[in-house]
């Protein structure tokens, strides 16, 4: 799907991370891998920290300390929220969804529109669609888009092909019906490949596979250990699905969207790691500074957070960026958006105990 | 070592693949493998490691499109990759 707004703005972004941090080289010694190997791969990935939580500290805890502190800033106020989108893959429970315990916790307006979408990497993507659609079909103003993952309790410590790249972290998105814009078009484009749904995947705790309690851990054939509750990555298959579909789609909406590389402030890219946005940058053209990957070296991968967190960071500056966006992952599923982003957008990074 | 490849015979590419995938992965007798991508000999994150040993010491760039489990699955395609890519083919 393709769809154009012309009347909307991100006005603030913040991210929330865990203060614990995970160290690679601490983590090597419970892998079966070679250790020269893992060090070897720690350059090329990006491996070195990760924020991964302590005690049981959920997606939502992180997301309640972003929406309060931007509240405290001034930057949002409980009572102009008239909706919000809580994507994620990990929520409080199965059943209420996430959005209905934040809007009792903030007070939201009762005819606030609550709502949970479970996605990851592609989630920020689908977050704003879903953002500027509100707004476009209703006379509201603001949105709030909560988007990332506590993801570190659901993947092995065994797994060398998962854990050193999952980064807990949760962001806090606003987005308001723009005055200052109004001809500035954001174009969107999200597509979906169903028959991937089993590249990655948590087998177990839904529905369809229930966790009976003596699920033990088993080792692939590529030295990794983990049981049906964790998150299980086919990594070969989603590597050659980083390394074709995303690179030629993007190129493709560049095309649509009349864009040359240089014509692009920053691509923020969803940080799978770090040889994966190398070679987006090759196929690109494009620069570090066009395409950082300071989050995933720094915080870890945390799904449908990665993209805000690098718009959260964006070094103070006083230009307006002309940035494409892009998600791909779990699904599976990929989208870019194409919009300018305000320097005050960005709100940094919250570290929480 | 890694120049002049392009003027080497193939047969000194393949030693030179081997070479490499032994320095990875010592134990493992590599031409022994019909599919070392299927035989589980050659795993997602070695490939990453492959192609970044590949493009630093034969000088090449290996496009997305050319990273498929097939083209790593044996010696002699590994060795025909690199021609291809050193040859501009």
Known sequence: MRAYFDSFRISAVIGVVPSSVSYFDDEVPNYTHDVSSSYKLKEIMGYGEHRVVTGNTTTCDLASAGIAELISRGLLHSDEVNALFFISQTPDYIIPATSSFLHGQFHLPADAYCVDINDGCNGYIKGLFESFSFLNATNADCAVIVAGDVLSPLVSRRD??????VGDAATVTVIRRNK??????ISIAIRNDGSGFDKLIVPAGGARQKIIGNEVDELDSEGNSRSVRNLRMNGRDVFAFTQTVVPDFLQEIMEVE???PSDVDRFYLHQANAFIIDRLRKKLGASADQM??????KYGNSSSGTIPMLIATEPK?????RCMLGGFGVGLSWGAVNLMLQPTVS???LEVK | MNSGIADKSGQELEVQIIQILKEERPEIDFESSSDLVSDGLIDSFEIVMLITEFEK???INIPGDEIVPEAFATIAAMANLIRKLRTGG
């Open chain 1, 160 to 165: 060398r092909n998962s854990f050193p790249l």
């Open chain 1, 180 to 185: 200052l814009w109004a001809n500035d078009k």
């Open chain 1, 258 to 260: 009349g864009l040359k």
């Open chain 1, 292 to 297: 950082p990957d300071r989050i995933v070296r």
């Open chain 1, 317 to 321: 500056g006083d230009q307006i960026l």
């Open chain 1, 347 to 349: 709100q940094g990074i």
């Open chain 2, 57 to 59: 010491k034969f000088e």
